[in-house]
């Protein structure tokens, strides 16, 4: 029986970018507007946060935005991120701390996904080895290094576990080399896979397209991680969530999934 008590998305910042980098081959000239969100999950274990976002830090300081989203050698730019955005704030607003969570897990170590790590250090991290390993690697600009380099209770796992009752890790490698997903039981209602970049787009799912960057090219791999989510989401009865659109992110907010209710 699941432990789920509560999910809800946070909204840590928003991305302006050329739509061929969430659908391979396709939209190339178009620019969208990407929600970058976490998602906080409170089971009667604990709290567990899918993703953190981005090291505000490197977006707020002039001398460190220049740095690691120079043009010249990161064509993707800076996302759009404020003070209330970062996560304690977040937290703050549901009456919690970055003490209150006790399991970060992590679904990739994209900038976009792990930079927030600064700001819940004292938790369990859970990341899967080969994606450790392929970002410490330095073969994709888009994981920065020191966002995982500190001093961080690692959990590294090999495959798919079981986080807690209700929780279950999901492999959907492809666009990185470790890329994990999250089935989640709720309490009521059916069950929420959060696919991460797995599929960034509604489109990604419907039309089984792959993420723009798959790693070292690996977009077999993507497609059918893609395919399995599918699968898993008509086995469970489980509603399928993309992880940067905005439109199905606004829908989302409209039936109710706000986090400061």
């Known amino acids: 029986m699941t432990q789920v008590l509560r999910l809800w998305p946070l909204l840590t910042a928003t991305h302006r970018y050329d739509k061929s980098l969430s659908t391979r081959n396709r939209g190339r000239g178009e620019t969208i507007e990407a929600p970058i969100l976490a998602y906080l999950i409170e089971t ?4 567990i946060l899918y993703d953190v976002g981005c090291d505000y830090g490197k977006i707020a300081d002039p001398a460190r935005r220049d740095r690691y989203y120079d043009p010249e050698v990161f064509p993707f730019g800076p996302p759009e991120m404020g003070e209330a955005d970062r996560l304690p704030n977040h937290l703050a607003r549901l009456g919690l701390a970055p003490e209150d969570v006790d399991v970060v897990f992590i679904g990739h170590l994209h900038f976009d996904h792990a930079g927030g790590l600064c700001e819940v250090c004292g938790a369990d ?18 994981y920065f ?37 999250l089935l989640i039981e709720l309490p009521k209602g059916p069950p929420v896979i959060l696919c991460g970049d797995a599929a960034d787009l509604t489109e990604n799912l419907d039309d089984e397209v792959a993420p723009g960057l798959c790693w070292q090219e690996r977009e077999a791999q993507a497609l059918e991680s893609i395919r399995k989510l599918k699968r898993l989401a008509n086995e469970e009865d489980a509603q399928l969530w993309p992880n940067h659109d905005i439109a199905f992110y606004r829908t989302l907010m409209a039936a109710g999934f706000r986090p400061f209710e």
């Open 145 to 181: 290094t020191d966002d995982f380099a500190g001093d961080y209770r690692w959990r590294v796992h090999d495959g798919e576990y079981e986080i807690a009752p209700g929780v279950h890790a999901v492999a959907s490698p492809g666009h990185t080399a470790g890329h994990m997903s």
């Open 125 to 142: 991290i859970h990341v899967q080895k080969d994606e450790l390993d392929a970002a410490r690697s330095g073969q994709d600009i888009a």
């Open 44 to 47: 009667r274990n604990g709290r």
